[in-house]
C-alpha cells in the first residue's frame, strides 16, 4: 500500500524534530520538510506535485502550483491569513484548504495594543531624549512634542473579528471609548463584546484618535487605507497595523507622516517582506515600527504544530479539518470529504 506523502513546502521554526517523530509512529505516512518559500516555482511544483497534503507557510500557491498537484487532498496554511493562496483555483481543483483562524490571535491582539502604547506615549522618542538628557546632564523635553492621555480618547478598529475583539476588550478596560467599523459582525458577536452599533470606514477616520487594523488581505482591502483616508484623519491620530501591510499603501502613508497628516503609525506588517532597506518609513521618528513579531510567542508556536498535526490526523482519517477556508468544497465534493485521485 502506498504511503500518504505529506509535504511541508516552507517552515518558521528552528526545526521540525517533533512533527517527524509523530509521524514516525505511523508507517503509513511519509513527511517530506523543505524550505521552499523562494525557490523557483518549478522546484516548488516538482516537490509537491505527488504530495497528498501539503502545508505551506509562505511559499506561493497560484493556479498553475495548485494545477500541478494532481494527487493533493488537503492543503494547509500556517497561519491565519492566506493571501499566498488561490483559494479560488483550490476549489476548482478539488482540494479542501484549511488555515488556522485561532492561531496566535492573542499574541497580534498583544502586539497591537503595545504599538498603540509605544505611540501614544511616544516611547522611542522618549529614548532619544533620554540619551541626549543624558548627554547633556539636563533634561530637554522640547522635541517632545504633545501626548494625550488614552483614557477617554477614541480607539477606531477596523475588523472586530477573533484579533480585533481582544483588542476591544483590553483597550475598554483601559477606559478608551470604541468606535467599530465592521460589515461582517453579526449580533452575537456585538452582543458578547457590548457594541451598540458599528460605523462606517469614513466616519470611524474622521473621529477616532487612534485607528488599529485587524482585516484579512483580500480584494476587498487590499489599499483600503490610501491617500484619500489618512487625509481624513486626525492630524494628532496614530494608524496602527498588525494584519496585513497590504491593506495600507505604504508611499500613501510615507507621505502621510512625512507631510504630517497624522501624528504617526505603529506598524509590525509591511507590502513586502522583509521591506527594503531604503524604505522611507525608517528615517521617520513618527513611525514605530516592529519586525512583524505579532504572531510570536512560545506558546502560539506550539498551538499551532499542535493544530496542524492534528489536521492531518483527520484527513489520514478521511475526518475534515478544524477551519476549512473553502467551504463551498463540500458542494464540489458531493458530500465527500475529500476527492478521490
Not at 512625512?258 to 517582506?273: L, P, S, T
Not at 513611525?287 to 506550539?302: D, F
Request: hydrophobic residues 40%.
Amino acid at each position: 500500500m502506498a504511503k500518504t506523502k505529506v509535504v511541508v513546502t516552507d517552515y518558521i521554526e528552528v526545526d521540525l524534530d517533533w512533527e517527524v517523530e509523530q509521524f514516525a509512529q505511523m508507517a503509513d505516512v511519509e513527511l517530506e520538510c523543505c524550505q521552499l518559500k523562494t525557490a523557483p516555482k518549478e522546484e516548488l511544483i516538482d516537490t509537491v506535485k505527488d504530495a497528498d497534503i501539503i502545508v505551506v507557510n509562505m511559499a506561493k500557491f497560484d493556479e498553475e502550483v495548485i494545477a500541478a498537484c494532481e494527487n493533493c487532498k488537503l492543503l494547509i496554511r500556517h497561519g491565519i491569513g492566506y493571501d499566498n493562496v488561490d483559494v479560488a483555483a483550490c476549489t476548482k481543483h478539488g482540494i479542501r484548504f484549511a488555515y488556522m483562524p485561532d492561531y496566535c490571535c492573542t499574541e497580534v491582539a498583544e502586539q497591537a495594543v503595545a504599538l498603540i502604547f509605544a505611540c501614544a506615549r511616544k516611547l522611542f522618542a522618549g529614548r532619544r531624549i533620554l540619551q541626549e538628557s543624558s548627554a547633556n546632564q539636563m533634561w530637554d523635553f522640547s522635541s517632545l512634542g504633545d501626548i494625550h492621555r488614552l483614557f477617554g480618547s477614541t480607539l477606531g478598529i477596523i475588523g472586530c473579528g477573533r484579533i480585533g475583539g481582544r483588542v476591544h476588550r483590553i483597550m475598554k478596560a483601559v477606559g478608551m471609548k470604541i468606535m467599530v467599523c465592521d460589515p461582517y459582525l453579526d449580533e452575537r458577536q456585538k452582543g458578547a463584546l457590548g457594541i451598540e452599533e458599528t460605523h462606517d470606514l469614513d466616519t470611524v477616520l474622521k473621529e477616532a484618535d487612534i485607528i488599529t487594523m485587524h482585516t484579512p488581505l483580500n480584494d476587498e482591502t487590499r489599499y483600503m487605507i490610501d491617500e484619500e483616508q489618512l487625509k481624513m484623519m486626525k492630524e494628532t491620530a496614530y494608524l496602527i497595523n498588525t494584519s496585513r501591510g497590504g491593506v495600507i499603501n505604504t508611499a500613501a502613508l510615507e507621505k502621510a507622516l512625512q507631510e504630517k497628516w497624522i501624528g504617526g503609525a505603529g506598524i509590525d506588517v509591511y507590502e513586502v517582506e522583509p521591506p527594503p532597506a531604503d524604505m522611507a518609513l525608517f528615517g521617520l521618528e513618527s513611525a514605530t515600527l516592529a519586525a512583524h513579531l505579532g504572531w510570536c510567542s512560545v506558546e502560539a508556536g506550539w498551538d499551532i504544530r499542535y493544530k496542524i498535526v492534528d489536521d492531518i490526523k483527520a484527513c489520514l482519517n478521511n475526518e475534515p479539518p478544524a477551519n476549512t477556508v473553502n467551504t463551498e468544497i463540500d458542494e464540489v465534493l458531493g458530500g465527500k470529504v475529500y476527492r478521490e485521485v
